[in-house]
């Protein structure tokens, strides 16, 4: 079973419901926790995992534009990224800091110029610990398009899923297309979510998102204590999500996060019990 751990909102704590959840489920059955948050992946530092390079994600990218280009500018107007400058007596220059390896200047060349080479772009790492199996993608730094990386992971839980009862995806924040990658093939997302205004808005947003990819959707209301219970709650209910755990706003979990050790409070091993209730 495939399990997202997602929330819209940066902060609200999906990291640490995904870390400790992943450990928790891990005591009793196979577990692969895979982060997905490929700009900034760091569930290994909160379970001191120290995974190794699998391999590096390569991609594409226009090499240099050979004698054969005609000068007609077709290479330009096919980027989207702003990534060729053309002058038509200079022909196109390429910058590459602009450039996402989308392969589109290629294909409109109608006289094969530009050359390609394939570089890394990001890398696939793997490890164990607390019992559990661990895969993450990390982008290069400098590198803007993370959708190779994402899909490289995916491609990776698809072939490895197979040996583990439970995935734990634990996505990136927001609603793009990195996050939408990491949902395809979930059958369950826990949507974490703090009960503060902004958290309320990207609550909003994501629970719209799972409704559109037609995953079904159970609320995890973190740090609750703090903020207006009712801005989340009444979110969930707009949205016909039931709450499936709290977790309270407290010290000790503040210092179980500071120090790398997983949340392993009575309510992450509640929401672990839901879940091995739930159908696979
Ligand atoms: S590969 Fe894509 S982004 Fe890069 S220069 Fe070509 S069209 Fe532009
Ligand atoms: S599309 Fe090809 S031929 Fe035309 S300007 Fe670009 S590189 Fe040259």
């Known amino acids: 079973m495939r399990i997202a751990i997602t929330g819209g909102k940066g902060g609200t704590g999906k990291s640490l419901v995904a870390t400790a959840l992943a450990v928790e489920l891990a005591k009793e059955n196979k577990v692969l926790l895979a982060d997905m948050d490929v700009d900034c992946p760091d569930d290994h530092l909160l379970l001191s995992i120290h995974p190794k390079k699998e391999k590096d994600v390569m991609i594409t990218m226009p090499k240099r534009v050979n004698e054969k280009c005609i000068k007609c500018g077709k290479c330009a107007e096919a980027c989207q990224e702003s ?30 110029a530009i050359e390609s ?48 009862d439970y995935i734990i995806v634990d996505t990136a924040a927001g609603t793009h297309c990195n996050v939408i990658a990491a949902l395809r093939g979930c059958s369950l997302a826990l949507a974490v979510a703090e009960a503060t205004p902004m958290g309320a808005h990207d609550l909003n947003l994501i629970l719209e998102l799972l409704a ?8 995890i209301l973190n740090k609750a204590g703090v903020g207006k219970r009712e801005l989340a ?48």
Do not use: W
């Open 83 to 112: 990534a060729i400058l053309f002058h038509k007596e200079t022909g196109p220059k390429i910058i590459p800091d602009q450039c996402i390896g989308c392969t589109a200047c290629m294909l409109a060349c109608p006289v094969d």
């Open 117 to 164: 080479e394939q570089v890394s772009t990001g890398a696939i790492y793997t490890g164990s610990g607390q019992g559990l199996d661990f895969v993450s993608g990390e982008l290069k730094a400098g590198k803007k398009e993370s959708s190779p990386v994402v899909n490289a992971v995916n491609k990776y839980i698809s072939e490895a899923g197979k040996n583990y």
């Open 212 to 219: 559109e990819l037609k995953i079904p959707a159970q609320g």
């Open 233 to 280: 709650e009444n979110i969930f209910a707009k949205n016909n999500i039931p709450i499936y755990g709290e977790i309270p706003y407290s010290l000790e979990i503040a210092k179980m996060y500071s120090q790398g050790v997983p949340a392993l409070v009575p309510e992450i091993k509640e929401i672990a019990k839901k879940i091995r209730r739930e159908e696979p």
